[in-house]
């Protein structure tokens, strides 16, 4: 992997996912670092192979303390925190998929949040895919609308990872037409999905933010996302 570097000293390693000697993920940001080699100050690696690395929003910091794994990102619920990844084909995923990534909340807000999200909310909702959090106290919501807009599934987790400055890991997987959760490594419950392509928008992918606001007021860590129900 390209060299990273960090405040105070170098990142730690990190791996990705392989099947049959391919690559097996289409994100893998585990937030250690720095891209060195990318000339651009502020970038996040994709440790995937794919190359999909992001750009920190402008409020958005690296850390080393108080991190699940390594180094974590503080998104810092301003409008500005996320990381944004450029659209990518390998990231325009319609059938089976996870999501994954560790989080901590200094402040719940009573409006949504989002985790993991590409897509657009507005006039027309066209979500490939979004996990977010919402309301008080704090649900897990894993979404996906169509390209006409139509719902075709809005799932909250059973479990609510409500208390403050408390690591979570939440896993969203869609197998076929059914989405299950765990939390923390148990099962969380599952919903059906009605039937339909959820939309390949192109528009960018984004991590800890909604591309827009709605950005998480905490602590993030190990995002991937697999073409694959895991």
Sequence with gaps: APALTVPGGSA?????????????????????????????????????????????GTTAYYTTSG???????????????????????????TGDLTLGIWFKT?????????????????AANTVNYGLW????????KFVQYNSSGTLLVSFIA????SALNTW????????GLTI???????????????AGTPATTTNDLCIGGGCVTTTLNGTID??????AAL
């Design 12 to 56: 730690p390693l990190a791996y990705s996912w392989v099947k049959n000697s391919s690559n097996f993920m289409a994100l893998n940001m585990p937030f250690n670092g720095h891209l060195s080699t990318s000339g651009l100050t502020k970038m996040s690696q994709d440790y995937s192979g794919n190359a999909n690395h992001g750009t920190l």
């Design 67 to 93: 991190c699940k794994v390594n180094g974590c990102l503080l998104p810092d619920g301003q409008s500005t925190g996320f990381v944004t990844v450029p659209n990518a084909a390998n990231l325009q995923i």
């Design 106 to 122: 200094a402040a719940i807000a009573g409006s949504y949040r989002d985790l993991i999200f590409k897509g657009s909310i507005g």
């Design 133 to 140: 959090l919402e309301g008080s106290p704090q649900l897990v």
């Design 158 to 161: 059973p479990t609510y990872p």
């Design 168 to 175: 979570y890991h939440v896993m969203a997987v869609r197998s």
């Design 180 to 194: 299950t959760f765990y939390i923390n490594g148990q099962y969380d419950g599952s919903a059906a999905i009605t």
């Design 222 to 227: 190990e995002a991937v996302i697999f073409p």
